[in-house]
DNA sequence: TGACAATTAAAACAAGTGTTTTAAACGTAT
DNA sequence: ATACGTTTAAAACACTTGTTTTAATTGTCA
């Protein structure tokens, strides 16, 4: 009603306004395929007001990204510094390493449970977009996470070859992806055996999974030829 | 040099021209960012004759992803009933139908190798495209052989829910369609242990950490809390 | 050779892209 | 109230997108 004026209490500023309408957009359809009059008639504002605040769209999405990722990766790093940190010297039990690096991801999920389950599809599409799209800040802030996490399964698990837990956790990582932006298809696929609401039911799953990979004998033995 | 006149034995036809182009073009950079320009651009031919013989561009799309999709369901399934009629009515063992869901995807991409290892891309992009773009006859065609890959799980792991074996499964098809298109992020990742040429032993390493997956006992016990 | 269909080529189409420019409105402190 | 820097708004920017139109070319059969 009052529109001609603006009340700074309860009205977002313009900033933070496209920084929410084009996370919700970049989620649902890939950063490529939203275009900035989507999102800047999504959060009510001008179309310049995105170059004015981030420059260019490149660096909207930066942002974007980096908001979602960024808490999620210290929180994944946290996790394991703690238990490594409770265990001494001692090696982790693979399933706390797991646990550690599959668990802030999945969790953001449920916490946006009252909103759209938007928000973490980011995260997930984020590492399936192509290399040359992908901001290398981003890139980079998964690659010393990931060297962490392997490093210490490696030493929980010290069969396996330096290369056999690369691939394990490459693997894994895969698994959380898909199953953090394509839930959906596994929905659909179960007929009505897994429902819409069953996301917070992934994280126990995929722990149990992941573990089960990792403990298995080393690759040399199934695949034959 | 005698470009005004086309010899029609080795110069191939504008039609099939242009479906490699798009495939190559498609695989390495997906399908959006592509335009019709690049691909007409690189298959020297005009652009009206992608609308000529296709119709449209997602025309264009459908038919280079069925190409490469479905020659590759086909042998998935293919293998998937050889083994059950060699095995009489007894359940197959785990690592034979994982081999079986795995390995034609996978084979695709070391048999083009000596020319680019672009092939596979587009098979693993095709999924892990948002919902509303993806072409509904290439999603069913997945999906029923997700089913049948399903029940043979379910059948030689009769102590997991259904439930469980959609889970697990669609973990698989995450780890899969992930080590598949993201083969430079483990080369990277790795730092030298795994190399650009290991793509080849995805196959023994992937089925043998999914065998563990699916071996592993019930999710309850790891989760906690 | 002439006629008819299939194919290719060039050009223009309307619509949408990210970005920039220009000017107006705003809040704040002098 | 005046002036100043910040923020918003509208319009135009040059460019690319997928698609269509129109015309020229080709091949084939009568």
């Known amino acids: ?4 004026q603006k ?36 959060a009510g504002v001008n179309v310049a007001a995105v170059n004015y605040y981030f420059g260019s769209k490149a660096g909207l999405e930066v942002e974007v990204l980096g908001r979602v990722v960024r808490p999620i990766n210290e929180s994944r790093l946290q996790m394991l510094n703690d ?17 550690a690096a ?12 009252h909103s759209d389950p938007v928000v973490l599809k ?7 977009e192509t290399g040359e799209e992908m901001p290398v800040a981003i890139k980079k802030l998964f690659n010393q996470t990931d060297h962490r996490f392997c490093a210490a399964l490696a030493k929980a698990l010290p069969h396996l070859s330096k290369a056999e ?3 394990r956790f490459h693997f894994t990582m895969g698994a959380m992806l898909y199953s953090l932006t394509q839930h959906e298809t596994l929905v659909m696929m179960s007929d009505g055996e897994v429902t819409a609401d069953d996301a917070g039911k992934a994280l126990q799953q995929l722990v149990a999974f992941a573990a ?11 695949g034959g030829q």
Chains 1, 2 share one sequence.
Do not use: Y
């Not at 599959?102 to 449970?113: R, W």
């Not at 980011?122 to 399936?128: K, N, P, Q």
């Open 1 to 4: 009603m009052s529109a001609t």
């Open 7 to 42: 009340e700074n209490s309860e009205a977002t500023e313009v900033r933070a306004r496209i920084l929410e309408a084009a996370e919700q957009l970049f989620a649902t359809h890939g950063f490529d395929t939203v275009s900035l009059r989507q999102i800047t008639t999504k």
């Open 83 to 99: 238990a490594e940190k409770e265990a001494g010297g001692r090696a982790l039990e693979v399933e706390c390493i797991l646990h």
């Open 102 to 113: 599959l668990m802030p991801a999945i969790q953001t999920i449920k916490e946006s449970e």
């Open 122 to 128: 980011l995260a997930g599409r984020c590492m399936s």
């Open 165 to 167: 837990v690369f691939w």
């Open 212 to 222: 089960g990979g990792f403990c298995a004998e080393n690759a040399c033995k199934g």
